[in-house]
């Protein structure tokens, strides 16, 4: 079964420009999400969907960053404009979960690493 | 809001030694405990999981108990190989499709 794919897995900007990632989950996974992890930190949320729809992006800055999920299926992240302090890999993972009473592993792919100078 | 500590790294240890890495968390209700792991390159996969109070996780020779009383999850193995040189991160999710909340992650390093 294939994992979750992520492109670019490299990326270096300027600040002040903007730049976008793909994440195609695994086939079938209902639930998507993006995390923030900054150096030295654990993986934060930004944005939660499930299907095409957001369930939770409380901690997506939405000035400068946005997300969709067209179709339910794949997804692209995009910050504009870019601040240094947005280097950091971002990380998408799927899951089946659709809701209920369990708790469903997530899947993570290999990431986006992004410098900002 | 939910939060997971967990010990500072970097740890180093030679092979064959014991390993613990603690973490704690602060959680409302009856969350999930997990651990992660990062290795070299490579994305975040599950390394083990428990999901209610006493029961204990086990993969690859590591092993975590979910302990209510203490809010405790601590990882053990009791012989680390150079191989297990990665980056571990404790984690807690709920039931209902609920995202992750890790912990700051412990670097692991064996030496030969």
């Known amino acids: 079964e294939a994992g979750v794919a992520q492109s670019p897995r490299y990326k270096i900007i300027e600040k002040r420009q903007s730049v976008a990632f793909w994440c195609n989950p695994i086939?079938?996974?209902?639930?998507l999400y993006w995390y923030q992890q900054i150096l030295g930190q654990g993986p934060k949320l930004l944005i939660q969907?499930?299907?095409?729809?957001?369930?939770?992006d409380s901690q997506l800055p939405k000035d400068r960053f946005s997300a969709e999920r067209l179709k339910g299926v794949d997804s692209t992240l995009k910050i504009q404009p870019a601040k240094l302090e947005d280097s950091a890999v971002y990380l998408c993972?799927?899951?089946?979960?659709?809701?209920?009473?369990?708790?469903?592993?997530?899947?993570f792919g290999p990431g986006t690493r992004l410098t900002v100078t | 809001g939910d939060s997971v500590t967990q010990m500072e790294g970097p740890v180093t240890l030679s092979e064959e030694a014991f390993l613990t890495i603690n973490c704690t968390y602060t959680?409302?209700?009856?969350?999930?405990l997990f651990w992660y792991v990062q290795y070299p390159g490579e994305g975040l996969q599950l390394l083990l999981k428990?999901?209610?109070?006493?029961d204990k996780g086990s993969n690859k020779g590591f092993e975590a108990t979910y302990r209510k009383e203490t809010t405790s999850f601590h990882l053990e193995k009791g012989s680390v190989q150079v191989s297990d040189s990665a980056v571990y991160f404790c984690?807690?999710?709920?039931?209902?499709?609920?995202?992750?909340?890790f912990g700051k992650g412990t670097r692991l390093s064996v030496i030969a």
């Open positions: 993972a799927s899951s089946l979960g659709t809701g209920g009473l369990r708790s469903y592993e997530q899947y």
């Open positions: 086939s079938g996974h209902a639930t």
């Open positions: 969907f499930q299907n095409n729809g957001v369930v939770d």
């Open positions: 959680a409302t209700g009856y969350p999930s």
């Open positions: 428990a999901t209610k109070a006493d």
């Open positions: 984690a807690l999710d709920h039931s209902g499709n609920t995202p992750l909340v």
